[in-house]
């Protein structure tokens, strides 16, 4: 049934324009015709399914959240993918497993109303893991080179796009960005994405505490519209997570899902090494391990406890 507020085609129609204008300046007409045309498609193709979604009651924020999800994915990997030289037939093939791990993940947060900073890398872990299975079966169907894989998993537009944005803040301070400077600029827009969901009480009480020139420069970036969604993900959870600890901000330990802290994990070590690690454990342990990559761990007869002490111990293993 129709979302209230909420217009399938007009939105897709919109990511597109969007879009258009954060296409790289080195592309000819066909690759840029190629990011809009496919990005378009997977949005109007979400925001129908949606409104014809028999199990979900979805208000247009919601609706918009995911299919923004897919729009950008979309975007970032047929970037990615046409910067690897790769036929039309290999990229359609990949970025449609792309954006069904996405749509899959985003409705998923939805349904279970999971927090953006941990949406974000849940989703870009999933995106890696499904990109690097659909190559490497590529790969094995003869349709990728196996000398191409390491080039074509190196592109990533993400940390490209991430990087221009650092650089760009800088430069208009009036001089070259530092490494150094660039960190914290990242920083600060992360404490910014974190304080707009405080009272105004709260957040005067943070920024109070920080030097003038900081709590300026977050002012400013809590007035960026949707500036979470133009951060790296996975960078920007750590962040996140940094802030919420030198606050002393505490979670409730029954609230945590340990399941998603190790997928999480698998945005900074290959989920094939984790894999690997558990294959020597327990059955249960082997399984639930597994699991946590897929919906069904959910459905795991395994104690908070023990998912604590998997993924501490897999943390501890990784250095992570």
Known sequence: MPIDGFDAQGFAQSMAQQAGEFLPQDFDDESKNYVIGKLHSFCQMAGQSLENEPNMTLNAEQASMIVQYIGEWTFHKCIDLIRSNLSNEVRDHIIQQVAFVVFDEAKKAVAENIPHEQVAPT???????????????LVNSGHIQEQDVEHILSQSNVAQVSQEMAEQAAAEQGSPPSEEEQRRAFKLAAISILLKNMDKKTVQGILS??????ADQIMDF??????EHQLDPTLLARELEDFKQSLNIQPDPES???SQMIRMLATR????????LAKYERPLIREYTAECFTSEVNNMPI???LSKIIY??????FNA
């Open 256 to 258: 945590i899902d340990y």
């Open 123 to 137: 989703i870009e872990a999933q995106v890696d893991r499904i990109f690097k299975e659909s190559i490497m079966q």
């Open 312 to 317: 501490e111990y897999l943390s501890l293993k």
């Open 269 to 276: 070590v290959n989920p094939n090494k984790i894999l690997s």
């Open 303 to 305: 104690s908070k406890n």
């Open 209 to 214: 505490g920080m030097s003038e020139a900081d």
């Open 222 to 227: 809590m007035k960026v519209p949707e500036l």
